[in-house]
């Protein structure tokens, strides 16, 4: 039962820093990265389709990154999907193939970024914080119920605690790195 009890935080402390490492790759550094337009759907024949399954994308220099779609007719619609996102991304359209440049980010921008991973990452450890407190619920439930004894109890919290550590440690790196990147001109 405790077993599966820390499996279970295991996972969703996991699952959790899964999310956070999606969400940081959104935030453009000033390099191009195709996770930047993960967010980006286009309207393929009545449904909101992911940019990347109507289209090819590459990222053939540092800062450019080019989208060229599977059916013609959809260039349009894709560059006006790009352009709707709260992406500030002007793509340049040749006729066959969209280019978008990314632009180096100024020091303002930089920081407000940095503002924002900061919040991203107090988000993480929020919910890191929330799945300790709902094993250590259950742990007590079970300790009530006399599933569990007293010492498997202090023992199961404490290894509770310390999943919980490890993963606000791997937060910490995460956004660590992800300043670093924003940073560095």
Do not use: C, F
Not at 68 to 85: C, F, G, N, V
Not at 152 to 163: H, I, P
């Amino acid at each position: 039962m405790e077993k599966e009890l820390m499996k279970d935080a295991q996972y969703r402390m996991d699952k959790t820093l899964e999310v956070l490492r999606k969400d940081l790759a959104l935030i453009r550094t000033g390099r191009a990265s195709l996770a930047i337009l993960d967010g980006v759907t286009v309207d393929y024949y009545g449904a909101k389709t992911p940019l990347n399954q109507v289209a090819n994308l590459a990222v053939p220099e540092g800062n450019l990154i080019t989208v060229q779609p599977w059916e013609p007719p959809l260039l349009e619609t894709i560059e006006k999907a790009i352009l709707s996102s709260d992406l500030d991304l002007n793509p340049a359209n040749d006729g066959k193939t969209l280019r978008i440049h990314i632009p180096p980010l100024t020091e303002e921008r930089r920081k407000l970024l940095v503002k924002q991973v900061g919040k991203m990452a107090e988000e993480g450890r929020t919910a890191l914080r929330q799945v300790r407190r709902d094993a250590n619920d259950r742990l007590k439930r079970m300790l009530k119920d006399k599933e569990i004894s007293e010492d498997d109890e202090k023992r199961a919290l404490k290894e509770v605690q310390g999943l919980t550590d490890e993963h606000v440690k791997k937060v910490d790196e995460i956004v660590k790195n992800k300043e670093q990147d924003l940073m560095t001109v």
